[in-house]
């Protein structure tokens, strides 16, 4: 097959002899070894990307010239160097071996220049696509932590570079890779200023070490660089944090407190949208905590349902007094009953419940209990999330679908006791997350890694080889 013309318009980019694009034709040769071995042997673990970015330029060098670099080497070169400013190992990109070109030129003879040159020319771009990759999708697999396969990401980034210099754009390419994510934005300019504030002795500092600043911001960059594209409209819970936010069109428009699991019961991170939202709901207590913490107290006394306003059901959902249950012969394995709380003041619910669907059967709802969001830790709850102020929560999500007004009626009317159903038909997406670093106003937060997840993170992400 013959390859591709080359594209014009390479901004700044000497043109090269025959003699290089022969040399690069021959080192990017498959047929003698295959694709997997002749990739091996010239060092590059994006192979198939940088086959494909020259077979589109049509086997023209576009980073070396027979004095060394070109200008935009030198420049992607410095990208390479500063990738701790993006949360990333340099030295993952082999930058110092490669700014040793010019030497290396200088000590080798003539007949030797072409193939070296080339080979630092394949290695420059391998770096490059790798380089691009990580910052847009990360480095690591969000589900088994294993390295991201570059197979068909390289491809990718390789169609990207190559459009990247075919129009003069380079400077704008880096941008154009990174997530979008306002999460994103922030920590990255939040560990940006710290950087630039530092002195040269703190900023290496801040570099170096098992527990450095670094380890732990570029870790939470990896797991936002997981994410999809944002919703222009969406709802976010950073579990670490115990914040809800409400964020339109990158900006933050209301926030919440909020109370989530126990590191015994930890509250899972998900997509989901919220579709409906209940007033004065009642609660259908969960199996496990029926037979785990209430059976004990029923038994000790069966007046703890009614003084709790829990009523005892069977199988057939009728309503069963508990006094006349020979409780001394139910244990957890032989529990045949459903337990429910009714609606009021000490529903564990409180006013309002919101749902979204998940196979998790967690959700947000209000709490009887409002003294715990004062509390610095608030990692205490089954796994659902208890949101401080949620009837501001419920008006934002009756604002956006117009009928706000309906709200209040169900609060403080006739009926206010009663349960009150507001199906949504716009939603609004919602994601638990889990940073244990962020940006706000140009500051780094750190929070606490409640549910332990940051070891198996750090191990994978900073592996050698």
């Not at 420059?124 to 969000?142: E, F, I, W």
């Not at 407190?257 to 019961?265: C, N």
């Not at 930890?266 to 609660?283: D, G």
């Amino acid at each position: 097959m013959a390859a591709a013309p080359p594209p014009t318009g390479f901004a700044g980019l000497p043109r090269p002899g025959t003699e290089a694009v022969r040399t690069l034709r021959t080192l990017l040769d498959t047929a003698a070894l295959g694709p997997v071995a002749t990739y091996q042997h010239l060092g590059l673990q994006a192979g198939a990307g940088v086959h494909l970015f020259y077979a589109s330029t049509g086997y023209e060098p576009v980073w070396t010239q027979p004095a060394g670099w070109t200008a935009a080497a030198t420049e992607a070169l410095g990208w390479l160097a500063r990738a701790a400013d993006y949360g990333l190992p340099p030295a993952e990109y082999d930058w110092q071996p490669l700014q040793a070109l010019p030497d290396t030129l200088r000590l080798l003879q003539a007949d030797r220049l072409g193939p070296r040159l080339g080979l630092f020319e394949l290695q420059l771009t391998d770096a490059l696509l790798r380089y691009t990759t990580h910052l847009q999708r990360g480095r690591l697999l969000s589900t088994t932590l294993a390295p991201a396969p570059l197979a068909t990401t390289s491809l990718t980034a390789a169609d990207q570079l190559r459009q990247a210099l075919d129009t003069g754009t380079l400077a704008d390419f880096r941008a154009a890779c990174q997530p979008t994510s306002r999460a994103y934005q922030q920590l990255l300019l939040a560990w940006q200023a710290t950087l630039a504030a530092a002195c040269p002795e703190d900023s290496a500092r801040l570099l170096s070490g098992e527990q450095a600043l670094f380890r732990r911001v570029a870790i939470n960059l990896e797991r936002l660089r997981w994410e999809a594209a944002p919703d222009s409209e969406y709802a976010m819970v950073n579990i670490p944090a115990y914040r809800l936010a409400l964020v339109r069109n990158g900006r933050v428009v209301q926030t919440h407190r909020v109370v989530v699991g126990a590191p015994a019961m930890p509250t899972p991170t998900l997509n989901s949208r919220i579709i409906v939202f209940i007033t004065s709901p009642e609660w259908r207590v969960p199996y496990s905590i029926a037979v785990n913490e209430l059976l004990p107290k029923i038994q000790r006394d069966p007046g703890f349902l009614a003084d709790h306003h829990y009523e005892l059901r069977n199988a057939a959902n009728e309503r069963v007094n508990p006094w006349r249950v020979r409780w001394r012969h139910v244990t957890p394995q032989t529990f045949p009953y459903t337990i429910r709380q009714t609606a009021g003041r000490t529903n564990a619910l409180g006013k309002v419940v919101f749902y979204f669907p998940n196979r998790h059967t967690v959700f947000l709802h209000d709490t009887p209990v409002r003294s715990v969001f004062a509390r610095p830790d608030r990692a205490l709850s089954h796994g659902c999330v208890r949101v401080e102020n949620p009837l501001l929560l419920a008006d934002y999500l009756l604002r956006r679908e117009g009928t706000a007004a309906t709200l209040r009626p169900a609060l403080t009317g006739p009926a206010r006791h009663e349960k009150h159903r507001f199906d949504l038909r716009r939603g609004l997406p919602l994601h638990f997350r889990y940073y244990t670093c962020g940006g706000e106003k140009g500051q780094l937060r750190s929070y606490p890694d409640i549910y332990d997840k940051d070891p198996a993170l750090l191990r994978a992400f900073f592996a050698r080889p």
